[in-house]
């Protein structure tokens, strides 16, 4: 699913709660902005591409300005758990 109308390698919707009121999106970090350092946050590997995903949050009262988290993470799941 797309990013409310952007295009799809740059916002990607990955989980909503309605509850809550809030979505979480990722946005790809291609293999060329990520430096030699950078790794996942929890894990320390990088995707098959050798990209990363940026992850955030985006709420109902505030659409189009995404609270981004300023880690990089290989998976949902990693972030999921760094978070947890």
């Known amino acids: 699913m797309s990013y409310r109308g952007r295009s799809s390698k740059q916002y990607v919707q990955v989980s909503r709660d309605p509850f809550a009121r809030f979505s979480i999106i990722r946005r ?3 293999k ?6 950078e790794t ?5 590997n990088k995707r098959r591409s050798g990209g990363l995903f940026e992850f ?6 505030r659409p189009y300005r995404p ?5 990089f993470f290989c998976s949902k799941s990693c972030r999921d758990t760094y978070y947890s």
Do not use: M
């Not at 060329?32 to 350092?37: A, G, I």
């Not at 996942?40 to 320390?44: D, E, R, S, Y």
């Not at 609270?67 to 880690?71: L, Y």
């Open 56 to 61: 955030g949050v985006e709420h109902d009262d």
């Open 40 to 44: 996942c946050a929890w894990c320390g």
């Open 32 to 37: 060329s902005e990520v430096t030699l350092n």
């Open 28 to 30: 790809n970090v291609p």
């Open 67 to 71: 609270d981004f988290d300023g880690q």
